[in-house]
């Protein structure tokens, strides 16, 4: 199964200012609900916390301390799902991570929530492709494979 994490970051590698922040600058909505239409997916609670509506279309999956993400994903019947957020959900997903779909933004925030916090290992990269954001000049979405060793 593929495990794609997506997100909006900024160049200097934020996806937000703070933990309740309300993610209003992402400029790729749209490519985003595409992508994830009819796979499930997987949320931390403060990320849940921050979104005005439900993901139409989408099984979500909401994740607090005590899950155990191995046995989320376990449960899954599917070729695909995607982590959708935040921080610390991406880091706990991050050994089982296969792709990362990162849409870069042209903002700098300095400080805030970066897209793995408190990460213990390192992954290594293979670029795939990259697709531009339909009517936003210059906006890309960077897709990767995690390369591990077998
Ligand atoms: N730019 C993007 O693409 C993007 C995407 C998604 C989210 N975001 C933003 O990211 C921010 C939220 O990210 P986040 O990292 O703060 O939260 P998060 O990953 O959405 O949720 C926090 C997770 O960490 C757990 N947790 C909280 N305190 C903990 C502790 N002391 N020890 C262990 N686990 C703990 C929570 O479990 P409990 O429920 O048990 O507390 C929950 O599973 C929001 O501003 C959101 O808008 C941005």
């Known amino acids: 199964m593929d495990v794609i994490l997506i997100a909006a970051i900024t160049a200097d590698?934020?996806?937000?200012?703070?933990s309740s922040e309300v993610v209003d600058w992402s400029l790729d909505l749209h490519l985003f609900r595409r992508q994830t239409m009819g796979y499930p997916v997987i949320m931390g609670s403060q990320?849940?916390?921050?979104?005005?509506?439900?993901l139409d279309g989408r099984e979500t999956i909401v994740v607090h301390r005590h899950n155990d993400p191995e046995e989320i994903l376990g449960n899954l019947c599917t070729d695909k799902c995607f982590i959708i957020g935040g921080g610390r959900t991406y880091t706990r997903f991050a050994s089982y991570l296969t792709h990362l779909y990162l849409t870069i933004h042209p903002l700098v925030?300095?400080?805030?929530?970066t897209l793995f916090p408190d990460l213990d290992e390192e992954l290594d990269l293979i670029f795939?492709?990259?697709?531009?954001?339909?009517?936003?000049?210059?906006?890309?979405?960077?897709?990767?494979?995690?390369?591990?060793?077998?």
Request: charged letters at 20%; proline letters at 2%; aromatic letters at 12%.
């Open 13 to 18: 590698g934020y996806i937000a200012r703070h």
């Open 47 to 54: 990320t849940k916390k921050t979104l005005a509506m439900d």
């Open 109 to 113: 925030f300095g400080g805030g929530v």
């Open 128 to 150: 795939m492709q990259m697709i531009s954001v339909e009517g936003r000049k210059g906006l890309y979405q960077f897709q990767y494979k995690i390369n591990r060793p077998n």
